[in-house]
């Protein structure tokens, strides 16, 4: 077995292992990370909801490789992503730092002790992008889970794919039922992260998270921005909204180009070490 040095930050609740192998290269297997979620969650009462690697440098962006609890790969996370880019910005004494994941640039500014700006590009609303198994209004989704109908949901990627209900009250729903039905629904090839969230007034909402391969979150950035596109679109709120999750809230800016910019606070830095 080896040791590894790694580090474990949040975002609102929200936990990450952050494993830096820009020099040192460090393989994980899908089935080493859910026995090493499984041993942190019991022996240190965290459990981690992505783990993710930061890669070495290439043309002025550092890469990441991000993996959700139950071991796939996945290729966004909004929180993981701040995370990152604060620890580098640490590390090397800057205050932007540019990420790629898998799909997309990600262009952060650390804007105080503990915040972080992160620009996340534009939303996708193709059928086949989303994905969709097939073509639907994507904008009036409606499922029947257990013989009960869930309308209008609104579906895009914002580097991953979501639903998202706008309801009275978001909590009225239990996500550790509905959430694993919706998340697996024949509909999403590549399964969905699912959020039910209620307009406070133009400027605020409040949500409740089920996230894909992760399960029932206290935050989650890219839901944030999911779902402030969707309130926008359907003229629910203005472009500047707060997002409220349970421990904490997302600023998630909207320009005229659709460009998604989210701002909230981080974690300190804190090292652990892993046995792999």
């Known amino acids: 077995m080896t040791v590894i040095n790694a580090f474990r930050m949040d975002g609102l609740g929200n936990n990450f292992i952050i494993i830096d192998r820009r020099k040192k290269s460090i393989q994980i297997s899908k089935e080493k990370i859910l026995e090493l979620n499984s041993r942190v969650s019991f022996h240190r009462n965290i459990a981690f909801d992505q783990l993710i690697f930061i890669e070495e440098e290439i043309d002025k962006a550092f890469p990441i490789t991000i993996f959700n609890s139950d071991g796939n790969e996945v290729s966004a996370c909004g929180n993981g992503s701040r995370c990152v880019a604060y620890l580098l910005g640490k590390d090397l004494n800057t205050k932007k730092i540019k990420l790629k994941t898998s799909n997309r640039y990600l262009d952060a500014n650390i804007e105080g002790e503990f915040y972080v700006k992160l620009g996340m590009g534009k939303p996708v609303f193709d059928w086949d992008k989303i994905p969709l198994i097939k073509k639907l209004d994507h ?51 590549e399964k969905v992260n699912v959020t039910f969230a209620q307009i406070d007034d133009k400027n605020n909402i409040t949500v409740n998270v089920w996230e894909r391969g992760a399960g029932l979150t206290k935050a989650c950035g890219t839901a944030a921005c999911a779902t402030a596109v969707a309130s926008l679109l359907k003229k629910l709120t203005e ?33 652990t070490k892993l046995e792999i």
Do not use: A, Q, R, W
Request: with cysteine; proline share 5%; aromatic share 12%.
């Open 239 to 271: 472009n500047n909204i707060n997002i409220k999750f349970k421990e904490g809230t997302l600023n998630i800016k909207i320009d005229g180009d659709l460009n998604i910019f989210m701002s909230g606070p981080v974690s300190d830095i804190k090292h």
């Open 139 to 189: 904008t009036n989704i409606n499922l029947n889970i257990d013989d009960e109908i869930f309308t209008n949901g609104f579906c895009l990627n914002v580097g991953n794919p979501h639903i998202i209900f706008f309801v009275k009250d978001c909590f009225e729903y239990d996500l550790k039922i509905l959430g694993p039905k919706i998340e697996n629904y024949e509909l999403f090839p």
